[in-house]
């Protein structure tokens, strides 16, 4: 089945600078890659995904990077704000999965002033 | 707006009860799952369903039953608490009615129960 492997598992920046966060599967078929946020005390909510057809995506500050050859995605966060304090999960999940997400164990990202 | 609503958000209980945790939705997807949430492990699936007559294991279903009622409600139970099982529930639900193209679609969760037993 599918490993996902997600680092760091925390990253601390300061206020303005970049964050990233790399995750490595093990599944070749995998084919859809979203990343969740989760803020203390909140649900895990959709901030970005890519499908194994992109090899990068962008919306605004956040952008995600897919290696297919190296089995490998990342979140890249430009110019960190204080409201991107929260945990953020990535996840992979092929089409044989039937729709069974494996999930990264997660990264608390901290932006400080 | 169409959500994905769970009940109760907070619950303190005694080793050996039952529980149940309930977890609703209006958004009219036909999948649905069961998460747990522990601090460091991420979130790992208990149980999943495809439609009403379809249940299956995720990889920590011991000491976890579902029940799948219809489409829009999907109830986790344990059967008889332990300590070990405090933990942060979530629900989700996905849709799969895009199915020409065979995509995956993201996962839409609700807002967690968070459970302690003492």
């Known amino acids: 089945g599918e490993n996902v492997e997600q680092h760091p598992s925390t990253l601390s920046v300061q206020e303005g600078d970049s964050a990233v966060i790399k995750c490595t599967y093990s599944?070749?078929?995998?084919?859809?890659f979203p990343w969740y946020k989760q803020e203390l005390g909140k649900r895990p909510q959709l901030i970005i995904d890519?499908?194994?057809?992109?090899g990068e995506k962008k919306d605004q500050r956040i952008a995600v990077t897919l290696n297919k050859t190296a089995k490998h995605f990342s979140l890249h966060i430009t110019e960190t704000q204080p409201e991107d304090s929260a945990v953020y999960f990535c996840?992979?999940?092929?089409?044989?999965?039937?729709?069974?997400?494996?999930f990264g164990a997660g990264t608390q990202v901290v932006v400080t002033p | 707006d169409a959500d994905v609503t769970q009940t109760p958000r907070n619950r303190i209980t005694k080793t050996g009860k039952r529980i149940m945790l309930e977890c609703s939705q209006t958004?009219?997807?036909?999948?649905m799952y069961w998460y747990r949430q522990d601090p460091g492990l991420g979130l790992r699936l208990i149980y999943y369903?495809?439609?009403?007559?379809?249940?299956n294991k995720g990889e920590i279903s011991d000491g976890y039953s579902v029940s799948r009622q219809a489409q829009a409600k999907f109830s986790l139970s344990l059967e008889s608490a332990i300590p070990n099982q405090t933990a942060l529930y979530f629900c989700?639900?996905?849709?799969?009615?895009?199915?020409?193209?065979?995509?995956?679609?993201?996962?839409?969760f609700g807002d967690g129960t968070r459970l302690s037993i003492l």
């Open positions: 989700a639900t996905s849709d799969s009615s895009i199915r020409r193209t065979h995509s995956n679609q993201p996962q839409h």
């Open positions: 890519i499908r194994s057809n992109v």
């Open positions: 958004k009219g997807h036909d999948r």
């Open positions: 599944d070749s078929a995998s084919n859809y």
């Open positions: 996840a992979a999940i092929s089409t044989d999965s039937w729709g069974k997400f494996q």
């Open positions: 369903s495809f439609d009403v007559k379809d249940i």
